[in-house]
Each structure stands twice: as structure tokens, then as C-alpha cells.
């Protein structure tokens, strides 16, 4: 194909009207530009107002160090609590929160009352395991449920997450968990692929070997395939976090505190972890839901690969077999 006919492919000028009946009952319309454009803070100021916070932000946005925005930045809230608790809270307890498709044929159906329970059970047990607040967390696990309960727990307790995807090598894991500093893993013994069971554990075995900082590796059962455990280092997560309490109250923690790192993919080099926070973020991915998904609470349920954008209240479905340890 010529470099002509790329470029014709790049113009489009046609429009498409949505449906009629979705344009008259959509969250969103085209007065949200209009507002955005004549105020942006305030319109920003007014969409975090959709969350939960303990201490209510004074400030929208502080650009005095640009590229280094601060948004909200004297507000206080818990990521956990507006993705979790609010919603059981407010009586939706019994809502699904989470239906999970494994590959295998497995299927569970989690409600905002059980998922606040598993993850303030997991947040108790990275207590335990030493974890603290400011401190960082790697993550490698296939898509299953735990994932999103690990990474509540983390932003429950103001430990940053950092998910790796399940696929990496060894070295590529390492060189994660070294530029992020995590004192803790959380791994399961293997994953499905394409029907088979594929092992994870010994990708972390061969990682934390170069990475002393590593106290602990929490390991979640998926698979029941033979495993090496080292007794003085890793922990089963159904022993340690099963025992633990479902009462878990969750702190209170700035705007700009850290909420996850997101490394690239290292293909051009040595990966890059870009630190994304909680107040801001949370205000951006509860407004995403609401305006570029339409979603409506008592009705629709949102179809995903991996996702923790339970803030809305929506129900999802997590996918293993497209994703299988992405996120």
C-alpha cells in the first residue's frame, strides 16, 4: 500500500448520530463541554465530588511545578473505601461486584458485601506480613479475583501496587521489583493458557533471588500444581489471609499519596514506572465510568479483561483466558 492511500485512510469525514433514545437518556451531553470549556477546575472540582472524601479538597489543581500536577492535594480519602465500602454503605451490599470466567470452566460471583470482607481480610494480612503505608507491593497473578482483592488491600493500607504482568520473565520481573523497591510479592503457583496450566511461581523464585529487599512472598493457589516453597519467605495466601478478621478500617490518606506504579514494557530500553495517585486518578476513572461508558448502576454490567473501577458501584465480569495476568 502506497503512503498516499495510508493517508487517505486517515481522513474521515463522515458523522455518525448516535441512536436517538441512547442520546436522550445519556449521562452525559454536549453541555459537559460547555461547562468544562467555561470552567475547567470548577468542572473538575464538581466531578470529584463524586467520591467519598474525609477531608474535603479546598484546592482543584496546583501547577506551580509544572509537569508536576497536584491535584486536590490538601483533600484526604481511601481508594478501597470509594470502591468498596460507600457501596455497602449505601445499602448495595448485595450487589455483584465481581463475576468471574475462568478458563478452566470456574465461575464465582463476588457482592460488594463478600469483596469488602476478602479484601479487608487481605489488608489485615499485609499488615501482618509488615507491609505499611508508603511501602510498595509487585503483583503477578493471572486474572482472577485476587488480583483486585490484592490491590484493594494495597490501597486500603496506602501501600503501593505494582502489577507486573504475568508473562514477563524472570529478569523483567526483577528489574521491576528492584526499581520499585517492593519488600513484598504476591504470585500464585501457575495460571491457565490455552487450557493448560502454566506455571508462576518459579519466575518469582528466580526473580526475588536478585531482589534481597523481598521479605515475603504471598502465594494464592490456582492451579494445585507441585510448587517450591521456601518456609522462611513465602506465605499461602488462603492460610494467612483465611484466618484473618473481616473488620478492617481503612485510613484516611492525601490526595497525592501513591496509589500504583505502571512500568512499560522495557522494549526500548529499561522500563519506565510511571506513579499514578489517588485523589486525581480516582476523580478521572469515576468520571471515565460515568461519561464515556454510560454505565447506569441498576442495569448494566461492564465487560473486562482486568479492572479496579469498582468506584462507580457497577458489577463486572473478569475474563481470565484474554488477559491472563494483564492488567
Known amino acids: 500500500m502506497s503512503n498516499e492511500s495510508l493517508a487517505n485512510l486517515l481522513k474521515e469525514d463522515r458523522r455518525f448520530a448516535p441512536p436517538a433514545e441512547l442520546a436522550a437518556h445519556a449521562n452525559v451531553t454536549a453541555k459537559a463541554y460547555e461547562q468544562a470549556e467555561a470552567d475547567r477546575l470548577g468542572f473538575w472540582a464538581e466531578q ?43 445499602g448495595h451490599g448485595d450487589r455483584v461486584a465481581i463475576h468471574f470466567e475462568g478458563e478452566p470452566g470456574d465461575s464465582r460471583a463476588i457482592t460488594y458485601a463478600e469483596l469488602k470482607d476478602e479484601v479487608s481480610r487481605a489488608a489485615n494480612a499485609l499488615t501482618e506480613l ?45 528489574s521491576r521489583i528492584q526499581d520499585a523497591d517492593a519488600k513484598l510479592v504476591i504470585t500464585s503457583d501457575g495460571g491457565y493458557r490455552r487450557g493448560k496450566p502454566t506455571a508462576l511461581k518459579p519466575a518469582i523464585d528466580d526473580a526475588v533471588a536478585k531482589c534481597p529487599q523481598v521479605e515475603h512472598v504471598l502465594v494464592v493457589r490456582r492451579t ?40 512499560t514494557s522495557g522494549t526500548t530500553g529499561k522500563p519506565k514506572g510511571i506513579l499514578h495517585t489517588s485523589g486525581g486518578y480516582l476523580t478521572q476513572a469515576a468520571y471515565t465510568h460515568h461519561a464515556v461508558f454510560d454505565l447506569k448502576p441498576e442495569s448494566d454490567v461492564y465487560w473486562c479483561t482486568a479492572d479496579i473501577g469498582w468506584v462507580t458501584g457497577h458489577s463486572y465480569i473478569v475474563y481470565g483466558p484474554l488477559a491472563n495476568g494483564a492488567t
Open 48 to 90: 470529584a465530588r463524586r467520591l467519598t472524601w474525609v477531608t474535603e479538597p479546598t484546592e482543584t489543581l496546583d501547577w506551580s511545578n509544572p509537569p508536576f500536577a497536584k491535584w486536590f492535594a490538601d483533600g484526604e480519602l481511601n481508594v478501597a473505601y470509594n470502591c468498596v465500602d460507600r457501596h455497602v454503605a449505601a
Open 224 to 263: 494445585g500444581q507441585d510448587t517450591a516453597f521456601d518456609d522462611s519467605r513465602d506465605v499461602w495466601w488462603h492460610d494467612i489471609v483465611g484466618r484473618q478478621s473481616p473488620e478492617h478500617t481503612p485510613e484516611a490518606f492525601p490526595a497525592e499519596h501513591p496509589l500504583f506504579i505502571l512500568y
Open 130 to 174: 509488615g507491609v505499611r503505608a508508603g511501602d510498595r507491593v509487585a503483583v503477578y497473578l493471572p486474572m482472577i479475583p485476587e488480583a483486585a482483592v490484592a490491590m484493594l488491600a494495597c490501597a486500603r493500607i496506602g501501600a503501593a501496587h505494582s502489577v507486573v504482568f504475568g508473562g514477563f520473565s524472570a529478569d523483567a520481573v526483577a
